[in-house]
């Protein structure tokens, strides 16, 4: 049974930071894709950052220069560092993992972790 568990969320003013981990348990395939999406009230779920097993990076452009993604392949973790905080990164941040092996797909969730930015 693969599990997600993120941490970190909280809150903070504007023009602060936040590192948010995800950890993962689980039998999971070594090449794979971790990505942290976010929703706010009203919006859709929305992709944040991505990370590939190789550290290959994207970043959606209303966060790029202020987030930055990585991962420990050893420990199963993910992180996002947070910096610049606006009150529209508010919302639930959740992590993602998904991979191919042979022909199934699969996809894993966490539970989600609340950001709440003051402005």
């Given at each position: ?28 395939f ?20 991505t ?69």
């Amino acid at each position: 049974q693969v599990q997600l568990v993120e941490s970190g969320g909280g809150l903070v003013q504007a023009g602060g930071s936040l590192r948010l981990s995800c950890a993962v348990s689980g039998n999971i395939f070594s090449i794979n894709i971790m990505s942290w999406y976010r929703q706010a009230p009203g919006k859709q779920r929305e992709l944040v950052a991505t990370i590939t097993s190789e550290g290959s990076t994207d970043y959606a452009d209303s966060v790029k220069g202020r987030f930055s993604i990585s991962r420990d392949n050893v420990k199963n973790t993910m992180f996002l560092q947070m910096n610049s905080l606006e009150p529209e990164d508010a919302a639930v941040y959740y992590c993602n993992l998904h991979y191919w092996k042979g022909i199934t797909y699969n996809d894993y969730w966490g539970q989600g972790t609340q950001v709440t930015v003051s402005s």
